[in-house]
């Protein structure tokens, strides 16, 4: 297998606009986890699905983030509008139990707002 | 809130030597997982105990867990320059739905 795919790996943008990442689970794998890490906050967790449908958004820093699922093989989480206080890796994981199992994560996306 | 602490923030060992990270927590567990980070990649999966397990091996890697005392660490044996990367435990916390991640453990083993 592939393992959790990401895209872009690196992204730069200027505030304001709209950033959009995306993940592609590991095939066969019902939950998808979204993290944001940060050197002053560490692993964030952000939202995750079950399949497809979202269980737990309460991370999710504000109305700017919005993630879908729209499949059980992509996801993407939006910032609009992006901030420089966004600046942060991004990281898609999935796992195949349940929320509390091993998770699978991907290399991340490395966002700059400027 | 943040309930796993790692412990040391930092280590810096030699090649061969054993290096031994540390977790405490403060309310009960069903599982405490460990997890590894290379410099600019994404996590990767070393161990998971159940709380009704006190030890685990895989390979180099020795995993315990002391419910009583609420900690678990984990002890990389012959350590590798390859094994410098940061190290985090990780738990549903509390019977909580979701994985809660520590700061971590960044390990340097010098060659």
């Known amino acids: 297998d592939a393992g959790v795919i990401q895209s872009p790996r690196h992204e730069v943008t200027e505030m304001g606009q709209e950033v959009t990442l995306r993940c592609k689970p590991i095939?066969?794998?019902?939950?998808l986890f979204w993290y944001r890490q940060t050197m002053m906050r560490g692993l964030e967790l952000l939202i995750y699905?079950?399949?497809?449908?979202?269980?737990?958004d309460s991370g999710m820093p504000e109305d700017r983030f919005s993630a879908k699922m729209p499949n059980a093989s992509f996801s993407t989480l939006k910032i609009q509008p992006s901030e420089p206080r966004d600046s942060a890796v991004y990281f898609c994981?999935?796992?195949?139990?349940?929320?509390?199992?091993?998770?699978?994560f991907g290399p991340g996306t490395r966002l700059t707002v400027l | 809130s943040q309930q796993g602490e790692e412990d040391p923030q930092a280590l810096s060992i030699q090649e061969g030597e054993n290096a031994t990270m540390n977790c405490s927590y403060k309310?009960?567990?069903?599982?405490l997982q460990w997890y590894r980070q290379n410099s600019g990649r994404g996590l990767v999966h070393l161990i998971l105990?159940?709380?009704?397990?006190r030890e685990k091996h895989s390979g180099r890697l020795r995993v315990t867990l002391d419910t009583s005392k609420k900690s678990s660490s984990l002890l990389i044996t012959a350590s590798r320059a390859a094994d410098t990367a940061s190290y985090f435990c990780?738990?549903?916390?509390?019977?909580?739905?979701?994985?809660?991640f520590g700061k971590g453990t960044k390990l340097t083993v010098n060659p």
């Open positions: 994981a999935s796992s195949f139990l349940d929320s509390t199992d091993t998770q699978y």
């Open positions: 095939s066969g794998h019902d939950y």
């Open positions: 699905f079950n399949n497809n449908v979202p269980i737990d």
């Open positions: 309310t009960s567990i069903n599982n």
């Open positions: 105990i159940r709380s009704n397990e």
């Open positions: 990780a738990s549903p916390w509390g019977g909580s739905e979701k994985l809660v």
